[in-house]
């Protein structure tokens, strides 16, 4: 089964990706 770990890591990238946009914008 791996859409639990997908979700997770999906969770994860758009974590990192809201916390850089500041950033990078």
Not at 9 to 20: G, K
Request: glycine letters at 4%.
């Amino acid at each position: 089964n791996m859409t639990l770990p997908t979700k997770v890591l999906n969770d994860r990238f758009s974590e990192v990706r809201f916390i850089r946009l500041p950033t990078i914008g």
